[in-house]
């Protein structure tokens, strides 16, 4: 199983990136997917979800009315749209996938790197 991401890059603030993550080895229709992210030296944080359905998404705060998330699941894809970039979203973007409700995510891609510079 494997979780592919891509979309990464260097942008200026204010600009826009989006993010793709394919998975390959298993579907992932039925469970949650996501996206983190860690920049240095900070552990890695929670950035947005969503619902295998996609009816159903969460964001953290510092992200809300920024970035949006969503999901093709005839393609095994979650994306991640990044409008309106500031220099504190730099970090590596890792996508994941949630396979038991309520607990951990179990499945994680690679990372990607965004940085935005100021």
């Known amino acids: 199983v494997q979780l592919q991401a891509s979309g990464g890059g260097l942008v200026q603030a204010g600009g826009s990136l989006r993010l793709s993550c394919v998975a390959s080895g298993r579907t992932f229709s039925h469970d949650y997917m996501g996206w983190f992210r860690q920049a240095p030296g900070k552990e890695r944080e929670f950035v947005a979800k969503i619902h295998g359905t996609g009816r159903r998404k969460d964001y953290a705060d510092s992200v809300k009315g920024r970035f949006t998330i969503s999901r093709d699941n005839a393609k095994n894809t979650v994306y991640l749209q990044m409008n309106n970039l500031e220099p504190e979203d730099t970090a590596v973007y890792y996508c994941?996938?949630?396979?038991?409700?309520?607990?951990?995510?179990?499945?994680w891609g690679q990372g990607t790197q965004v940085t935005v510079s100021s």
């Open positions: 994941g996938a949630q396979t038991i409700p309520n607990r951990e995510f179990d499945y």
